[in-house]
């Protein structure tokens, strides 16, 4: 059974970092894209990064709205992948949520993740002073 | 706004069904992109409902379809159950962005 648990939200001042996990188990971890998410009170859902699987480079891509305050990263041999988000704003107070990337596929110089299929029950990031 | 336009709102009676639309643009949908629909019932985190415009994963009841015609697709519920209240988001790839989208979500009423 695929499992999916985000841990680390919690009450943050303004400008500070945060780092969230999501732990995994059920699936071969190093072969999937893994992709976070958030969703403000009340709102859609945003897509916030994602991290190719290692057969398609591991690398990263992330939303206008975080570059360059975002990382990801994974621990392949735990199946972990974590979020870090710094300079904390009051507007990235949201649900948080891992997902697994479906179906990777590249095109044009570029490797995508074709729907998200697992997704974690989410955690609470609230930035506020 | 949302890359992707949902209608806000829909409603139907148990047993009637919806479709709900979504309609995107030339570097989203109408680049050739998939759309996939998440269900997301009070509470919970998203499930994804219907993935490559057409397909439903293993458990999702044969009531739910998809479809995609040029910059649009479409996620239709025959047979509405209170079960399915809930709110309904496409979702696609924008190139000129670089970002998966999401439509704003479409709440799901059974009356």
């Known amino acids: 059974e695929v499992k999916l648990v985000e841990f680390g939200g919690g009450l943050v001042e303004p400008g500070r970092s945060l780092r969230l996990s999501c732990t995994t188990s059920g699936f071969r971890f190093s072969d999937y894209a893994m992709s976070w998410f958030r969703q403000a009170p009340g709102k859609g859902l945003e897509w916030v990064g994602f991290i190719r699987g290692k057969p398609f480079g591991g690398t990263t891509d992330y939303a206008a709205s975080v570059r360059g305050r975002c990382s990801i990263s994974i621990d392949d041999y735990k199946g972990i992948a974590y979020l870090q988000l710094n300079s904390l704003k009051t507007e990235d107070t949201a649900v948080y949520f891992c997902s697994r990337g479906r179906r990777q596929y590249c095109s044009g110089g570029n490797c995508y993740s074709n729907g998200f299929d697992f997704w974690g029950q989410g955690t609470m990031v609230t930035v506020s002073s | 706004q949302s890359v992707l336009a949902q209608p806000p709102s829909m409603s139907g009676a148990p047993g009637q069904g919806v479709t709900i639309s979504c309609t995107g643009s030339?570097?989203?949908?109408?680049?050739?992109?998939?759309v996939h629909w998440y269900q997301q019932l009070p509470g919970t985190a998203p499930k994804l409902l219907i993935y490559e415009n057409k397909y439903r994963p293993s458990g999702v009841p044969d009531r739910f379809s998809g479809s995609k015609s040029g910059t649009s697709a479409s996620l239709a519920i025959s047979g509405l159950q209170a079960e399915d209240e809930a709110d309904y988001y496409c979702?696609?790839?924008?190139?000129?962005?670089?970002?998966?989208?999401f439509g704003a979500g479409t709440k799901v009423t059974v009356l």
């Open positions: 979702q696609s790839y924008d190139s000129s962005l670089g970002d998966y989208v």
């Open positions: 030339f570097s989203n949908i109408g680049a050739g992109y998939d």
